[in-house]
């Protein structure tokens, strides 16, 4: 079975209002939050020598956009200062504070279905490591429109294979944390995309699964549904939170518990989450096809139950 791989960056692209009728679509330059003001994104900057630009000291979260709803801004805000607080980062804002300048940013830039990413820099210091050298964190929140996958990997499913990088042990830094430096799965990403592959997975060091470079997994056997628990390293996602909450409520039971390959492999479906992939079929790993090599029917329906609801809980923007 082959499927053909599309790019596996995401894509921000600039939104365009509509223009006069016969006319191109006038390209506008997006705003950009920092530090309290809004900057065209050519002028949107930070300083070289903040530590986040340095070392990766900073935290971050990606958010979506559905028809004018920001999908579980609490959530994922609240996340963001309990990655903060784990780094002993001090936001510059309170919790309610940072939730008007997200929303304001998303009306600034009229989206209504795209993504939001909201940084928190360490701030200005040495070159030193110290991160009490540093001063003035910075608040950025960028509003544009995503795409991670064609529309088609949604019907016809993706294809994995195991990366040789390990996810990071908890002990050395808690996947729970969003941090800034990536690059423990940037390697497992560029490891997927040398062996011809849009997504990778990554295993622990016992050879446990624990997640793909930046989504969480679902395994389907017998309409019970399996997803590592996240003190193998699995980020605590909040799409993955969602799922889980909407297969119990219809019905199927969802363990968070261990699991191998194994289980993948002989599993009748599987499944990705993630803010940026949103619920994403599974069909090959490894060369190994899961259940008849076709999204299965409880992803499907998942998946029907998330775009709907997206859009209903959540930040109303422009209500």
């Known amino acids: 079975m082959t499927l053909e791989t599309q790019p596996s960056e995401e894509t921000l692209d600039t939104a365009s209002p509509t223009n006069e009728a016969g006319k191109e679509p006038k390209a506008v330059s997006l705003q950009v939050y920092i530090g309290g003001e809004f900057y065209p994104e050519a002028e949107a900057k930070v300083s070289v020598f903040d530590h986040t630009l340095l070392y990766g000291d900073g935290v971050f979260e990606g958010i ?27 936001i510059p804002m309170t919790l309610d504070e940072l939730t008007q300048a997200v929303a304001e940013t998303v009306r600034k830039n009229d989206i209504h279905d795209g993504y939001i990413r909201v940084v928190i820099t360490r701030g200005v210091g040495s070159l030193g490591l110290a991160p009490w050298s540093c001063n003035d964190p910075q608040v950025i929140i960028i509003a544009a429109t995503i795409q991670l996958y064609a529309e088609e990997t949604y019907t016809k499913g993706l294809k994995l294979i195991t990366v040789p990088t390990m996810r990071n042990r908890t002990e050395s830094l808690n996947a729970r944390v969003k941090s800034c430096n990536y690059l423990n799965n940037i390697l497992a990403k560029i490891e997927g995309h040398n062996g011809g592959c849009e997504e990778a997975l990554m295993l622990d060091a016992n050879g446990f699964v624990v997640e793909c470079t930046g989504d969480n997994i679902f395994v389907v056997k017998n309409e019970v549904l399996f997803t590592p628990p996240v003190y193998l390293g699995a980020l605590d996602g909040i799409t993955r939170g969602f799922i889980i909450e909407q297969a119990r409520e ?57 775009r709907i609801k997206t859009a209903q809980d959540g930040y109303q923007v422009y209500d």
Request: hydrophobic content about 40%; proline content about 4%; charged content about 30%.
């Open 250 to 306: 219809m019905g199927y039971e969802v363990r968070e518990e261990p699991f191998t390959r194994y289980e993948i492999f002989t599993g009748d479906e599987c499944f990705l989450t993630g803010t940026a992939a949103e619920a994403v079929p599974v069909v090959v790993v490894d060369e190994r096809v899961v259940g008849d090599g076709k999204p299965g029917a409880i992803t499907k329906r998942l998946i029907d139950v998330f």
């Open 64 to 90: 979506r956009v559905y028809e004018g709803c920001i999908f579980r801004l609490r959530q994922h805000l609240e996340r963001l200062y309990d990655s903060a607080k784990f780094i002993m980062l001090d």
